[in-house]
Structures are given as C-alpha cells and as structure tokens.
C-alpha cells in the first residue's frame, strides 16, 4: 500500500518556499556575472525572465491543481507523456533543484566570508548536514524555519531598495546595452534559474492544504514579488557599482551597500545574503526530496525511495539521497558550470509542462478537473514553449552538449532498469485514440485521475455515491419516444427491483402525464413510489438523440430515473437535490454529451462538487 504524506502545509508556507526558493544565488551572486555579459540593461534581463517564466506558471497551477502528488514535473510529465518522458523529466528537475540547492550553500559560504573567517566548502557542507537532518525531522519544522528566513530577507531586501535608491549615479546606465540587444535575450537564459524555484511548490502539493487554492495563489503572488525585487535590485546595484567593479564581484548586493551604509550596510545584506542562501538549499532539499520518492511509487528507481519515516512521516531515504548528492556538488563542480546546467535542465522542464497541459487538454478526459484553469490556452502555452526553446539556443553548444549527455544517462537508466517496470496508461495515448478513433486505453489513468480528485476534494462518499456506484447506466444512440423510453428502462429495473417490468412502464406514465418531469431543457428526473419496503434505485441514461417527452418540448438528452418506495421519502428528496446540484454545473451538458463510456458518465455524478450527507 503506497504511504501518504501528511497535508501540513498553508499559503504562507507555499508563498515562502517558493520565494525562498528564488531568492539567493540569482540575486547575490549572479547580478556581478550577468552583468559582465549585458551590462546596464542587466535589470531587463531579469524582468524578461519573469515575463517568459509566466505561462509556465500557469500551466504548471493548472496541471497541479489537477493532480497535486509528490514530484510535482515528474508525476504530470509521465502522466502526459509516458514513463520515458517521466523519467527524464523526474531526474532533471530532481538534478537542477540539488544543483541550485548546492549551488546556493556555496553562495552563502562566500558572504559568510565578508563577516567571519570559515572555510567556504566546509561551512556549505556543514549546513548542508543541517538542512538534512531538519527535513529528516518533519516538513512543518522545515517550513516554519523557511517563513523565518523568508520573513528577515524581505526586510532586508525592502531596506536595500530604500537607502540605496538615492545614492544611484545615473552615468552608471550609460552606455545601456553595450553588448547589444541579442546580449539581454542571452543573459536572460542565464539568469532565468532565478526564477526555476517559483514551481518547486509542485513537488510537494501533497503535503499542502487545499492545495487547488493555496498552490496557483501562492505561485502567482511569488512571482510578482521576487521578479519586482529582483527588477529593483537589479538596477540600484548598477546605479550604486561602476561596471568594472560589479562584473567582477561575486558580493554585488554587499558591495553596493558599503557605497551608502558602511560597513554595516555590508553586514546587514551579507546576513540577507546567507538568510537567502539556506532559505534556498533549505527549500531545495524540501522538493528535490520528493522526486525520487514518486519515481520509487511508480517503480522507476528502487522501492527504497518511496518508504516514509513512520514517527516524522518524511521520505528519509529520498532525503538522505538527495543530501549525499548536493554534497558532491559542493566538493566537486565549479560555480558557473554549475548554475548554466540547472538553468538549461529547468529550462527543458519548463517546455515538458506546457506541452503537458496541451496534451492532457486535448485528451477530452473527463477525469482531468483542474481547480485552476490556465487563460488563453493554447496561445500561452505555445508562448512558453517558443519563450523557453530561444533561451535554451542562447545557452551555447557544450552546455546543451553536457545536458544532452545527462539526459542520456536517464534514457540508459530507463531502458536497463525501468522499461520493464513500467506500465502506466498516460494522455498522449488518449490524444491518439481521439485522432485514429480507435481504442486503446484501459481506463487506467481515468481511475487514478478519480482517485487523485477524491483525495484532493477530500470527498466522503454518502449513500447517493453508493447507490451511483451500482445504478444502471444506459447510452442510447437512437431515437425514443416517451413510452418506448419507459418501456425500455423498465425492462433494466424490474429485477433489481422485484417488480414487473409492465407495471413500472405504467407508473412512469401516469407519473409524466400528471405533471411533465422535464426540469430544463436537454433534462429530465423521472421519478415514481412503488410498494414495498426499503427499496431504492437510480437508472443514469444519455439518449444522443434524445427521447421525446412531448411534442412541445425538444427531445431530452441527460436522464436520471429515480424509483424507491415510500418510507425513503426522506432519502428521495436528497437524491433529487444533489441530482439538481449536479446539473447546475455550467459544464455538465457538455461533459454528459461528450463522455465515451458508461464509467465516465458515471464518475461525472460521483466526483462532481455537492452537499453530501451522512448516514441514511
């Protein structure tokens, strides 16, 4: 049985891992080395970053509110594209986010130099050591620690902003873009891992409350924030340095602050600086973490993975490998190289998820029921993927060559160890089965699509699910009239309800000739009292050509029979109010209409949004 991980998380923790997330080396180190590739116009670099960031955060908001599980790229890229894609897709984002988590201890290494005499490697490796053992402990311990560090460096950053707006020296803009116009698309790439910790939230929606709500809003709030202090930041660091010395700075922010505030201004953003850095391995080990642990699940690495700590409720393992990992990079890779692959690896995540929303869109899956829905698909999304394809041709041939080489080494790892694993159903194949019109799905993604939406919905089925659960459904493809209809649902009723079918077809008839039991049109509920005790039953029907009523009336297309005896009364009042709540859906017809087995149109009735009822 797969082990859960416990929903502890709210929007402030969601808001402040994914700030925290972006909030460290892409502001403290890179502005030095990016601004020695573009110059002045260094702060357009981050805010075009922001702006090619913003359907992938939308289409990421839509595919997690619709399937919010631990591994967040990895679960909707394999669920959309297969398990090859979601092996490549688990591992990247599980190698970019240690990578920018390692990446960032070392950062805050390099300020904690400013301020005390340490070791750089073994002041990274010892706090790594640290955030290991907080995770280990429990995700709410971590993330409360990551509201305190976010909380500090918001004010340390506002009080930057403030005090150094007034000492910037406008000549220092001049020339704006001396490399050029290419040169601020190109450093965008470079700078875009700034923002590749605004959707690390994804990997960990399991462990969120309410995540339909608190996911996409704490998402969308981040990177207004982050990419408005980043835009700001960026430009008072230009007007406080002359060019010659911030290009060659790895302290920029620090270095900006001794020009208005001293020595103290420079210890003041070197603490901002460290709070950012472990606020960022912090929040990196926290959603890398949770990749293996869904890979494991989905038997794509070894079982190992996947087991949860039975007093902390963490995947320790997950945890402990991820840590190991991050403190090989640490000892062994070189800064830059560092930074240039995780941008390249989150950048080719980023076009895997807006190709995911299309896919699960167009797979008409009834089962996919995003609480937040991307605007203007599929422009946006073709956006993203172009946005993010110009960036990765920046990037240079060796570091597309290097993450080619990675990406290989997953191809390798699936075809000698997980290809015989797998065998999972995904929306690609869908996609196929509308286009060739032929069928090849099981139905395996749509139940666990049901599941995921029981669980996010925290749905406790009453007696009218159960009764859905074993009601008979009928799609029938031709023309009835009213009589002929009855007879028919008749003939399905009569023994699950021991009585015979000629009687029933009479009561229905004498029902509808005394008052019509069409509600809308395109719907009607036909319901009737029989004899007898403790009798109920619900028959689910789509006539696609419809069933004719009356004359003055157009045909009917959704039906719900209800039949039970007197003494459910109580309980036939409630089947008809939550049939009505269903059917107010503004999507219910087309849902109805459009669903391609009797197990589809069943589960729109059993995960569809009502007031549900314990007991009897």
Same mark, same amino acid.
């Given at each position: ?201 994804? %990997? ?113 393992? %997950? ?43 167009? %797979? ?253």
């Amino acid at each position: 049985m797969e082990e859960k991980l416990k929903r502890e998380l709210g929007l402030l923790d969601v808001f402040c891992i994914a700030s925290g997330a972006m909030i460290s080396s892409g502001l403290f180190i890179l502005p030095g080395i990016a601004s020695a590739k573009v110059g002045p116009a260094l702060f357009l670099s981050y805010i075009l970053a922001s702006f090619i960031a913003i359907p992938t955060v939308f289409s990421k908001a839509e595919l997690v509110t619709a399937m919010p599980r631990a591994g967040g790229d990895y679960f909707y890229i394999s669920r959309s594209m297969g398990s090859v894609a979601g092996v490549i897709g688990g591992l990247s984002s599980w190698f970019s986010l240690s990578l920018k988590a390692a990446f960032a201890l070392i950062g805050m290494a390099v300020y904690v130099e400013l301020i005390a005499h340490f070791p750089v490697k073994t002041m990274a490796a010892a706090l790594c050591l640290f955030f290991i053992a907080l995770n280990l402990v429990g995700i709410k311990q971590a993330a409360r620690t990551q509201v305190v560090l976010v909380s500090g460096l918001l004010a340390a950053l506002l009080f930057y902003i403030f005090l150094g707006f007034p000492s910037i020296h406008i000549e220092r803009y001049t020339p704006f873009a001396p490399f050029g116009i290419a040169s601020i698309f190109a450093t965008a790439g470079f700078v875009f891992i700034s923002y590749g910790g605004l959707t690390k939230i994804a %990997s960990i929606a399991e462990e969120i409350r309410d995540p339909a709500r608190n996911i996409p809003l704490g998402m969308i709030l981040s990177l207004v924030l982050v990419g408005i202090l980043y835009a700001l930041v960026a430009f008072v660091t230009t007007g406080l340095l002359a060019q010659e010395q911030l290009q060659y700075s790895l302290t920029p922010i620090s270095d900006a602050a001794r020009s208005f505030s001293g020595t103290g201004g420079v210890v003041i953003m070197a603490l901002a600086a460290i709070l950012a850095f472990v606020s960022t391995a912090n929040a990196g080990i926290i959603s890398a973490s949770r990749y293996p642990l869904a890979m494991s699940r989905d038997k794509l690495l070894p079982g190992l993975f996947e087991k949860v700590n039975s007093r902390f409720a963490t995947p320790h393992y %997950s945890i402990l490998f991820t840590g190991a990992f991050m403190l090989a990079a640490i000892v062994f890779l070189k800064l830059e190289l560092l930074v240039k692959v995780a941008s390249q690896l989150l950048i080719l995540l980023f076009i895997f998820t807006n190709i995911a929303v299309i896919i699960m869109r167009e %797979s008409k899956l009834q089962n996919y029921q995003p609480k937040f829905r991307s605007p203007l698909y599929p422009g946006i999304q073709i956006l993203g993927i172009v946005g993010c394809g110009f960036l990765l041709a920046e990037m240079g041939r060796f570091i597309l060559l290097l993450s080619s080489l990675l990406i290989g080494a997953g191809l390798v790892w699936y075809l000698f160890y997980a290809r015989a694993r797998a065998r999972r159903e995904f929306g690609l194949i869908h996609v196929i089965e509308r286009i060739l019109n032929k069928e090849l799905t099981s139905g395996q993604l749509a139940k666990e699509l049901k599941g995921i939406i029981r669980e996010r919905d925290e749905i406790v089925e009453d007696r009218f699910d159960h009764l859905i659960k074993e009601s008979v459904v009928l799609d029938l493809e031709r023309s009835l009239s009213r009589d002929e209809f009855f007879k028919e649902v008749s003939s399905f009723l009569a023994a699950k309800l021991g009585i015979e079918p000629e009687k029933l077809t009479k009561l229905f008839i004498q029902r509808e000739e005394e008052s019509h039991t069409i509600i809308r049109p395109g719907l009607a509920i036909p319901h009737i009292i029989i004899e007898g005790r403790h009798k109920f039953s619900v028959c689910l029907v789509r006539a696609r050509v419809g069933v004719a009523f009356s004359e003055d009336s157009p045909p009917v297309h959704t039906i719900f029979v209800l039949v039970g005896t007197r003494d459910e009364r109580n309980f036939h009042l409630r089947a008809l109010a939550a049939i009505a709540q269903i059917a107010q859906d503004k999507e219910f017809d087309e849902k109805w209409l459009t669903a391609r087995n009797n197990e589809e149109l069943r589960d729109i009735i059993l995960l569809a949004e009502r007031k549900r009822f314990a007991g009897k």
